[in-house]
């Protein structure tokens, strides 16, 4: 199993670009989440899903949509991206859908100019 | 909503000593609380977890505790080594999906 796979890697952008950070499992979990991690605020989280057409907000949801048509793929798309989007962005997913033992992807880091 | 506040923010200690990070929650309700350890570059990876009807729990030389009246729970590690070096994140369940972290201590094992 490869796990949790995020592309890219990285990427820079300009604000008012849009994009897409992929998420993606192989491990048939029904929850997946979207986190940012900025300096000393440790892990937010910004959207979740737990099935596939199924969607809710995390904490800091705006700027950001989601959608969910497989089991496996959850991207994160930025339709407008500013600067106070530039974090890092990890995807994660479980298969009990109580948030426990999520396990994350690598990370995508965002710069926005 | 939940919130988990996470201390120390730094901690350096030589191999061989113990380390202890310490967390407080403010929903009685949550009911799992996990630990996840983030090396430079990756993602956090779940080291150890424990759930509100337990007070302990052990897995060699990491344990945890929760003190469910205090809403407290903290990370003990013993006999540190090199490897140890990273930052751990505490995270309290607020419910049926959502996590919420702590702010995360960088923790530096010293040769």
């Known amino acids: 199993n490869a796990g949790v796979t995020q592309t890219p890697k990285f990427q820079v952008l300009k604000t008012g670009q849009s994009m897409t950070l992929q998420c993606a499992q192989d491990m048939n979990h029904e929850y997946m989440s979207w986190y940012r991690q900025d300096p000393g605020m440790g892990l937010r989280l910004i959207h979740y899903s737990v099935g596939a057409g199924i969607t809710d907000q995390g904490e800091v949801p705006n700027g950001y949509n989601v959608s969910r048509s497989t089991t496996e793929d959850f991207p994160l798309r930025l339709l407008s991206a500013a600067p106070s989007q530039t974090s890092v962005y990890f995807c994660?997913?479980?298969?009990?859908?109580?948030?426990?033992?999520?396990?994350f992807g690598p990370g995508t880091r965002l710069l926005v100019l | 909503g939940e919130n988990v506040e996470q201390h120390p923010s730094t901690l350096s200690v030589q191999e061989g000593d113990s380390a202890v990070i310490k967390c407080t929650y403010s929903d009685s309700a949550s009911n799992y609380f996990p630990w996840y350890k983030q090396e430079l570059g990756k993602g956090p990876q779940l080291i150890i977890d424990i759930r509100s009807n337990v007070g302990e729990k052990k897995d060699q030389r990491i344990a945890v505790t929760l003190n469910k009246t205090a809403k407290h729970f903290s990370l003990h590690i013993t006999e540190t080594q090199p490897e140890d070096s990273a930052v751990y994140f505490c995270?309290?369940?607020?419910?049926?999906?959502?996590?919420?972290f702590g702010t995360g201590t960088r923790l530096l094992v010293s040769p």
């Open positions: 995270a309290a369940s607020m419910g049926f999906q959502k996590l919420v």
């Open positions: 994660a997913s479980s298969y009990v859908a109580r948030g426990e033992t999520q396990y």
